[in-house]
């Protein structure tokens, strides 16, 4: 009889171990995005001002080329 018991206690221990480990998995994955700074919307802005800045760049580089080129 205590052997069943002992049984009923070990696998509520093991089922809230496996909760508190996927809680924890959880809580460090969403950790490690957020140091990444891993966010889909700040993302697109920063891919837009860095396409913004090429398209500058390419700019400025024609201009002391056409420079280059006069002189």
Do not use: C, H, P
Not at 4 to 20: A, D, E, H, K, T
Not at 23 to 33: E, K, N, P, Q, T
Not at 50 to 67: F, G, M, Q, R, S
Request: glycine share 8%; no cysteine; charged share 25%.
């Amino acid at each position: 009889m205590q052997y069943g018991m002992s049984g009923m206690y070990g696998s509520f221990w093991g089922i809230l171990f496996n909760i508190f480990l996927i809680l924890f998995i959880v809580f460090v994955a969403v950790l490690l995005l957020n140091k990444s700074g891993y966010t889909g919307s700040v993302d697109n802005e920063r891919l837009v001002r860095i396409e913004k800045d090429i398209e500058d760049i390419k700019k400025t580089v024609e201009e002391i080329k056409d420079k280059l080129e006069e002189i």
